[in-house]
């Protein structure tokens, strides 16, 4: 009966401390921050249906969302204050460099018009339509140009990279006026007069002349590009959508977790057209990004050294070496069509040569054989003579 009783006490205290542990452990939490388009403020509550989204997806765990501009996201991916981040891909190069962000979990399918999806966006130069001296990249040359700020990669860096391209460096060659978000400052400078070009993120345009804030022969578009299956206007190449990464302190299983719930996110989920999402899908390749911040010397790359032969040989040298092998095999050919034309040239007047003394001789047999002919002939006649 002891026995019975001690083992009962010890069912009841285990169940007991298992309760406990249970409501001691705290609910894991999944903090989301997003980089803002438009005003902080306006953006929050419309990107809550993502939130709910996603707590319903992972039920174990609260999940909080909150928007942030280039700024207060800076300080929140420092501070840890994020675990999942969805910014724009320069400023995810910068994090995943300093602080290690994952790489890329999905990607972003944007909503474009009439509910197409866009999974790339580039970025728009915008003058008033009666400034017709500005027809070309290079008339930009010390303007004054309003952008939201150099970190913008729709908004001023896809921008500058086509204005390097075409001669014109910034910011040295241009008068810069950073109006800071929203988009709406930019617009506001230019239509005022203040400024003689803005710099937006494509889609902005549409987007004003589809509420009402602008004429449709208003503005337009310096150094337009017509890009086959994009419906927007745009005055860069395009470059992929923003990507949702995992902070360092996020658990691996947690992350994939976030990575299956997005993927499987139905394409236009109820109450997100409003932020321009259509969808997430799997990772874009981003190297074209790196590409850019490369050649323009932005960060993370802006103290990066040149680039040495060693390291070239390093990176590269199985390219090298078929490059090299390439080249050698190719010029092997060439000299070996070199001789052998060479020899056919020959050949060829060789037998010129030859045709032209087979011809030669057979013309002499001719005139030998008319010779004897007639020959022949003045015999018979001859001949003939005598015996009558």
């Not at 069912?11 to 980089?35: D, F, H, N, R, Y």
């Not at 952008?147 to 001669?167: F, P, T, W």
């Not at 002939?377 to 015996?387: D, I, N, P, V």
Request: glycine share 6%.
């Amino acid at each position: 009966m002891t026995a019975l009783l001690r083992w009962l006490c010890a069912v009841v205290l285990s169940v007991a401390l298992t309760g406990l542990m249970a409501q001691a452990e705290p609910t894991p939490t999944l903090a989301i921050g997003i980089l803002a388009k438009r005003p902080v403020a306006l953006e929050n509550p419309l990107w809550q249906p993502l939130a709910n989204y996603l707590q319903q997806s992972l039920g174990d765990v609260r999940v909080t969302l909150r928007v942030y501009d280039f700024e207060g996201m800076e300080k929140a991916v420092q501070h840890r204050q994020v675990d999942i981040v969805i910014t724009s891909p320069s400023d995810y190069l910068i994090y995943a460099h300093r602080i290690g962000l994952s790489a890329p979990l999905a990607s972003v399918v944007a909503e474009g018009p009439d509910y197409t999806s866009l999974r790339g966006f580039g970025g728009v130069i915008l003058v008033r339509a009666e400034r017709s001296e500005l027809q070309t990249l290079q008339d930009l040359k010390g303007r004054r140009i309003a952008l939201i700020g150099r970190q913008s990669l729709g908004g001023y860096q896809a921008q500058a990279y086509e204005l390097n391209k075409a001669g014109i460096h910034l910011p040295d060659d241009a008068q810069l006026i950073e109006t800071g978000l929203p988009y709406d400052k930019a617009l506001q400078a230019l239509l005022n007069g203040t400024v003689d070009a803005a710099f937006v993120r494509s889609g902005i345009l549409e987007a004003w002349q589809r509420e009402g804030r602008i004429a449709p022969e208003a503005l337009r578009v310096l150094n337009r590009k017509d890009l086959p299956g994009f419906p927007e206007v745009i005055s860069t190449p395009l470059y992929p959508e923003r990507p949702v990464a995992a902070m360092p302190q996020v658990d691996e299983s947690l992350a994939k977790r976030v990575a299956a719930a997005l993927l499987q996110m139905p394409k236009d989920y109820p109450n997100l057209e409003s932020v321009g999402l259509h969808g997430f899908a799997l990772p874009y390749d981003y190297e074209p990004v790196r590409a850019l911040t490369r050649a323009m010397h932005l960060p993370p790359y802006e103290h990066e050294p040149p680039v040495t032969l060693e390291e070239i040989w390093r990176d590269h040298r199985t390219t090298l070496i078929a490059l090299v092998a390439g080249i050698v095999a190719i010029t092997a050919l060439s000299l070996l069509l070199l001789v052998y034309a060479k020899r056919l040239r020959a050949n060829r007047q060789a037998i010129q040569c030859k045709t032209e003394e087979l011809e030669y001789e057979r013309e002499e047999l001719r005139r030998a054989q008319a010779a004897l002919s007639e020959r022949i002939k003045e015999q018979t006649c001859l001949y003939a003579g005598q015996s009558h």
